[in-house]
């Protein structure tokens, strides 16, 4: 989600729990982690520890650093400005479906206008605006054919009508049918990926795609409507932010910001008032930019007050039955879902890891109650409909060696006597936030993407920015969180399902170029020229374990940002804490979401709402139109992508 429009930095949590960002002050003050010791004995001891099947971790007279290894191979690149991609020597990237491409050659929408003129029923066979969270599923194991399934997280309306509004029932449509995910079935042919026009495999999923509800809160009365009284069926997924995917095969798109599709055409007191779930949800109390109340009952919350209830769910898509009904899986809990990333335990229960995007919001896991068999469909295909959802606190006070605090995952059940307040898991699973709300879960700065070693299975999650462009005040502590932090954890004994763990800071993004009173806001001693950046968002690992951090932030290169470019991707070795920068995308732009072929050789990611501003007009260049679109990221040498 840009940070134009970043009605994330408004929080919505009126809980008093305790700030992550004062732990963070605490514990850089006291330990002098990283601000002190730099990158040393506290690095490595936290992955060297993490190999060890997590022990006890080192202490700050531990052994001298490791020598760097060779993980990141190639040299980091300057900043840019330019409306263009940038890549590190040696590397090429290319443009793959941009937003209005065709997947199929006859019907509507098997031409791409160029104008926008395309009406409801061309985009809904079009690939959507807003490219975001994005995964290769390799076609029998192959690295030259596969499905690019993505998501398409929301759209930028002056872009998509010819006259930049939304003015008819038709468009409302067009901008539903813009929203959610495209499976692409693409291969590459003399070293060029292209799509696969008309296979039966290619697919929109969009804001009017009949998808199922799921898990302990499907059919509840929370989730019933005027045309869904079984509270089992809906229409469209929305706001499909970051991914995921299982190891059986699936593809999990996360619905992130949901409430702003919802609002009122009754703008009349007292017929406004928003219930504490609606108001916690951020609902608009009045009528919405896309005008979808208009159009539809079911986005006015006073018509259909349960229809927001069946939105802000992980939903499980099967990629190869372009037949199968997506499911929205209400196990995993409703809340602004970044991304999901899974960790296997030892005894077969998957974990998988979620963050909250909201200003001051939470950390959540969900355990699965059955076990993930290797090749059993059968046995894998609900494994997301029954387990237990905890959400997390992060406790102050180092106890063990270097790192910078323990944690625990609290159970959201009916049985914690913290939610006593609530009658069914149903209910706790609609009301997620509230309920995490009354546990004292600790408030973090705008939870993104959570990533999961390889092999280590420790965690990272990027913490974005507390205050989004609120860049003025130096001096103030708070301003730290304008640039946005990576934090990681160890679940104790290596045990994705664990109780406990312990935490501390990867990197806190910063400005070498900038001084302020306030430390923090010059980040961590890992930050430099090569790699400065501000709100670290996209975080992936691939097989070898270089974590891939992509950026969504303040592209304006002035002030607290000088130096820092249009938004960029950048490589980290996890256990010198190096980080180089690899890419930088065009104007007004994040990057964002990743993937990789098995082979390692092709990475695809995505750039999202260049010229948001108004002032890009890639990729075609000219007076285009600007495009979402895939980059295709090559070796020259026909290497792995980051050697
Ligand atoms: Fe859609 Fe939080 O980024
Ligand atoms: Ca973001
Ligand atoms: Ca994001």
Not at 179 to 188: D, E, F, N, S, T
Not at 335 to 343: G, L, P, V
């Amino acid at each position: 989600m840009t940070h134009l429009v970043d009605s994330e930095d408004l929080p919505t949590n009126p809980s008093a729990n305790e700030h992550f960002q004062r732990l963070v002050e605490r514990a850089v003050n006291r330990r002098g982690f990283m601000l002190k010791t730099g990158v040393g004995a506290a690095a490595v001891a936290f992955l060297s520890a993490g190999l060890s099947g997590c022990g006890g971790g080192g202490d700050a007279a531990a052994p001298a650093p490791a020598p760097a290894t060779d993980l990141l191979g190639f040299t980091a690149i300057p900043v840019s400005t330019t409306d263009e991609v940038k890549i590190a020597a040696g590397y090429s990237a290319s443009v793959l479906a941009p937003w209005g491409t065709p997947l199929f050659s006859t019907g509507a929408g098997s031409t791409w206008a160029g104008d926008a003129s395309e009406d409801a029923a061309a985009q809904a066979r079009q690939m959507g605006d807003n490219h975001d969270g994005i995964h290769y599923f390799a076609i029998n194991g192959k690295s030259d054919e596969g499905l690019l399934v993505m998501n398409h997280e929301y759209t930028n309306v002056g872009y998509l009508f010819t006259n930049g509004v939304v003015d008819s029932l038709d468009d409302a449509n067009k901008d539903l049918n813009a929203h959610g995910v495209a499976v692409v079935h693409i291969k590459r042919t003399a070293g060029v990926w292209n799509i696969v026009v008309d296979s039966s495999y290619n697919r929109r999923i969009t804001g009017n795609t009949l998808m199922q509800l799921t898990g302990p809160a499907a059919a509840d009365a929370l989730l019933q409507t005027t045309a869904d009284t079984t509270g089992t069926q809906v229409y469209g997924t929305l706001n499909n932010c970051g991914n995921g995917w299982t190891p059986w095969g699936t593809y999990l798109t996360c619905e992130e910001n949901f409430n702003q599709y919802f609002g009122t055409t009754n703008t009349a007191s007292p017929g406004t008032t928003r219930d504490t779930n609606q108001t916690r949800y951020g609902l608009s109390s009045g009528t919405t930019s896309r005008k979808y109340e208009q159009y539809f009952d079911r986005f006015d919350w006073q018509k259909e007050p349960k229809e927001a209830n069946r939105f802000g769910w992980i939903v499980e898509i099967d990629p190869f039955d372009a037949a199968s009904t997506p499911k929205k899986r209400t196990a995993l809990g409703r809340i602004k879902h970044e991304n999901a990333a899974y960790a296997i335990a030892a005894n077969g229960r998957v974990v998988v890891y979620m963050g909250d995007d909201q200003a001051n919001d939470y950390i959540y896991k969900f355990v699965s109650t059955g076990t993930y068999i290797e090749g059993n469909i059968a046995n894998n295909r609900d494994l997301l409909d029954s387990g237990t959802l905890y959400v997390a606190k992060f406790n102050d006070g180092a106890t063990t060696g270097d790192m910078m605090g323990t944690g625990e995952w609290m159970p959201m059940t009916t049985t914690n006597p913290a939610l006593a307040a609530y009658a069914s898991q149903a209910e706790i699973l609609v009301n997620t936030r509230l309920a995490a709300d009354a546990m004292g879960a600790t408030p973090m700065d705008r939870p993104e993407w959570v990533a999961v070693h390889p092999t280590t299975k420790e965690v990272y999650v990027t913490l974005t920015n507390n205050s989004g462009r609120s860049t003025t005040n130096d001096a103030n502590p708070r301003t730290a969180n304008i640039y946005g932090q990576i934090l990681r954890w160890r679940e104790a004994g290596g045990d994705p399902t664990a109780l406990t763990f312990e935490w501390d800071l990867f990197v806190l993004a910063g400005n070498p170029t900038i001084t302020q009173a306030n430390s923090l806001n010059n980040g961590s001693s890992n930050v430099n020229a090569n790699n400065t950046f501000n709100s670290p968002d996209g975080l992936g690992f691939d097989s070898a374990g270089r974590l891939w951090i992509q950026t969504d932030g303040n592209y304006s290169n002035a002030g607290n940002y000088a130096n820092q470019g249009n938004n960029q991707m950048l490589c980290a070795n996890p256990t010198t804490k190096e980080i180089r920068r690899f890419f930088v995308g065009p104007v007004e732009c994040e990057v964002t979401g990743m993937t990789f072929t098995p082979d390692s050789k092709t990475m695809f990611i995505n750039i999202q709402h260049p010229g948001e501003g108004g002032n890009s007009h890639w990729p075609e260049g000219g007076a285009a139109r600007p495009r979402s679109a895939t980059i295709v990221i090559t070796k020259n040498d026909g290497g792995v992508i980051g050697t």
